[in-house]
């Protein structure tokens, strides 16, 4: 085996490790996900609720500002190990505290920390992938941490058992932490950074605002990331206390909602490396996601198959938009520019902003059930960037 060999060997060795370590990573994220709003509303109102959200929104973007120094002091192997070990404090603080303005701080402060810790994880991602296979590698990761997304509901669902023992998750996610500290530690103490890029706000912003087609993705991304944080704060609310469905159906329906991901979204990624370009594929996807989100306002029978299939059909669309967007950003992106991934990463917690002020200002016209037509409309607007950005083929 020659050195070109070794070293391509190598790399696989480690993207197949950070791609398990993300999965670990999602497994601890999402496990406590779709029950933390619920959790929540046993201190505090469904509108406290939203401003609770709101808040860990503002304090992750926050942590994405100042994440690129961070970084650069730190390195990103110390800065992965230092989140982690915080993440675990705060959930051993989730699960033990008794007061309300307790519970909210920490899940305020966890959400900021558990978006920097995928920071790492995409700066580690993009250091070991090469050129020619970003849309293979990135569909790899992304369709493996979105496996985690699928069995996570169930277990959540069958550790809250019906009940409302919702800090069960907690103690799970709290337990996830411990095989992923280790596999950070033991892989990458060796782990080169690159000459990070310093640039001012200032800067930043020009840097970001000479490029139309990353306007156009962080736009189509914004879309994208308010459909999900709408739909994991309010349809398990909805499904529960409106379709009237338990938990453990819950958890059924939403496992099956996420099987788009892992099943369509390594292949898609190989096939904008070979075939065919990302911004057909992306439109596509928010056309189905749109229309699909739609009709889910007409569905007003408590049918487990029906909200399964129809809640699946729309993650299809979204799998396939979502896979785009990152093939497309990662492939125009250098592993050095972790100011400019931090910005595309702040499209998550902004959504959280979006997502409550699209139910009030939509439930000032309308009811619950037709909500989902709200949404879905809000999803086809990003059509116009998804056709009108330029193709990296």
């Given at each position: 085996?020659?050195?070109?060999?070794?070293?391509?060997?190598?790399?696989?060795?480690?993207?197949?490790?950070?791609?398990?370590?993300?999965?670990?990573?999602?497994?601890?994220?999402?496990?406590?996900?779709?029950?933390?709003?619920?959790?929540?509303?046993?201190?505090?109102?469904?509108?406290t609720?939203?401003y609770?959200?709101?808040?860990?929104?503002?304090?992750?973007?926050?942590?994405?500002?100042?994440?690129?120094?961070?970084?650069?002091?730190?390195?990103?192997?110390?800065?992965?190990?230092?989140?982690?070990?915080?993440?675990?404090?705060?959930?051993?603080?989730?699960?033990?505290?008794?007061?309300a303005?307790?519970?909210?701080?920490?899940?305020?402060?966890?959400?900021?920390?558990v978006?920097?810790?995928?920071?790492?994880?995409?700066?580690?991602?993009?250091v070991?992938?090469?050129?020619?296979?970003?849309?293979?590698?990135?569909?790899?990761?992304?369709?493996?941490?979105?496996?985690?997304?699928?069995?996570?509901?169930?277990l959540?669902?069958?550790?809250?058992?019906?009940?409302?023992?919702?800090?069960?998750?907690?103690?799970?996610?709290?337990?996830?932490?411990?095989?992923?500290?280790?596999?950070?530690?033991?892989?990458?103490?060796?782990?080169?950074?690159?000459?990070?890029?310093?640039?001012?706000?200032?800067q930043?912003?020009?840097?970001?605002?000479?490029?139309?087609?990353?306007i156009?993705?962080?736009?189509?991304?914004?879309?994208l990331?308010?459909?999900?944080?709408?739909?994991?704060?309010?349809?398990?609310?909805?499904?529960?206390?409106?379709?009237?469905?338990?938990?453990?159906?819950?958890?059924?329906?939403?496992?099956?909602?996420?099987?788009?991901?892992?099943?369509?979204q390594?292949?898609?990624?190989?096939?904008?490396?070979?075939?065919?370009?990302?911004?057909?594929?992306?439109?596509?996807?928010?056309?189905?996601?749109?229309?699909?989100?739609?009709?889910?306002?007409?569905?007003r029978?408590?049918?487990?198959?029906?909200?399964?299939?129809?809640?699946?059909?729309?993650?299809?669309?979204?799998?396939a938009?979502?896979?785009?967007?990152?093939?497309?950003?990662?492939?125009?992106?250098?592993?050095?520019?972790?100011?400019?991934?931090?910005?595309?990463?702040?499209?998550?917690?902004?959504?959280?902003?979006?997502?409550?002020?699209?139910?009030?200002?939509?439930?000032?016209?309308?009811?619950?059930?037709?909500?989902?037509?709200?949404?879905?409309?809000?999803?086809?607007?990003a059509?116009?960037?998804?056709?009108t950005?330029?193709?990296?083929?």
């Amino acid at each position: 085996m020659n050195k070109t060999q070794t070293v391509t060997t190598s790399k696989s060795h480690t993207i197949y490790t950070i791609a398990v370590i993300g999965f670990i990573y999602t497994l601890h994220l999402v496990i406590p996900m779709y029950s933390n709003s619920s959790f929540l509303s046993l201190f505090a109102d469904e509108q406290t609720v939203g401003y609770i959200y709101m808040a860990g929104a503002a304090v992750s973007i926050f942590g994405y500002l100042i994440a690129p120094s961070i970084i650069r002091r730190l390195g990103n192997y110390r800065t992965a190990i230092s989140l982690v070990m915080i993440q675990a404090i705060i959930f051993y603080g989730l699960v033990t505290a008794q007061s309300a303005f307790t519970i909210a701080a920490l899940f305020i402060l966890q959400s900021a920390v558990v978006s920097l810790i995928a920071l790492t994880l995409d700066i580690f991602l993009e250091v070991y992938t090469d050129s020619a296979r970003v849309g293979a590698v990135r569909g790899l990761y992304t369709a493996t941490l979105n496996t985690s997304w699928i069995v996570a509901p169930l277990l959540g669902s069958m550790l809250i058992n019906g009940t409302n023992n919702f800090r069960n998750t907690y103690v799970a996610a709290l337990a996830m932490l411990f095989p992923l500290l280790y596999l950070i530690y033991r892989n990458f103490p060796k782990f080169k950074d690159p000459n990070y890029t310093h640039l001012s706000p200032i800067q930043l912003a020009k840097h970001i605002g000479h490029n139309r087609n990353w306007i156009k993705l962080f736009s189509a991304n914004i879309v994208l990331q308010t459909f999900y944080a709408w739909m994991t704060v309010y349809c398990p609310i909805y499904l529960n206390k409106t379709m009237g469905f338990g938990w453990e159906q819950i958890g059924i329906i939403l496992t099956v909602m996420l099987l788009p991901f892992p099943l369509v979204q390594f292949p898609l990624g190989k096939l904008a490396d070979n075939r065919f370009g990302e911004k057909e594929i992306m439109s596509l996807g928010f056309l189905l996601m749109g229309l699909t989100t739609v009709g889910l306002a007409f569905i007003r029978t408590p049918n487990l198959l029906i909200w399964a299939a129809a809640l699946f059909t729309t993650r299809i669309g979204a799998a396939a938009a979502e896979i785009m967007m990152e093939t497309y950003f990662f492939k125009t992106v250098s592993p050095r520019d972790s100011a400019a991934l931090g910005v595309f990463r702040i499209t998550r917690p902004l959504s959280y902003f979006f997502a409550p002020l699209v139910t009030m200002a939509g439930l000032l016209f309308t009811t619950n059930e037709y909500m989902f037509a709200v949404v879905g409309v809000l999803t086809l607007l990003a059509l116009y960037p998804a056709l009108t950005i330029r193709d990296t083929n």
